[in-house]
């Protein structure tokens, strides 16, 4: 199993990014699937998750309406595209598989600051 982040990087309050995630070595058209931040001194924190067929999402609460989670099975691929970033949002993000996560990538460096 490989997970592996990009889109990170460093943006100011108010801004956007996307972030992906390609997966390999499983079928991620049979895996629900994860998002994962922890930000600095932090544990980790469940943010979004999205069923198999991308037809259900679920956001904790702190993100919602902020963050939309989604995939495309024909690329392998997932997606969280975070709107309106804020300074507490500043973390590292994984994706992960499943609601328990049995695998996480590296993770991927999103920073908000002015």
């Known amino acids: 199993v490989q997970l592996v982040e990009s889109g990170g990087g460093m943006v100011q309050p108010g801004g956007s990014l996307r972030l992906s995630c390609g997966a390999s070595?499983?079928?991620?058209?049979?895996?629900?699937m994860s998002w994962i931040r922890q930000a600095p001194g932090k544990g980790p924190e469940w943010v979004s998750g999205i069923n198999t067929d991308g037809g259900r999402t679920w956001y904790a609460d702190s993100v919602k309406g902020l963050l939309t989670i989604s995939r495309d099975k024909a690329k392998n691929t997932l997606y969280l595209q975070m709107n309106v970033l804020k300074l507490e949002d500043t973390a590292r993000y994984y994706c992960?598989?499943?609601?328990?996560?049995?695998?996480w990538g590296k993770g991927n460096q999103v920073t908000v600051c002015s």
């Open positions: 070595g499983f079928t991620f058209s049979n895996s629900d």
């Open positions: 992960a598989r499943g609601w328990n996560a049995d695998y």
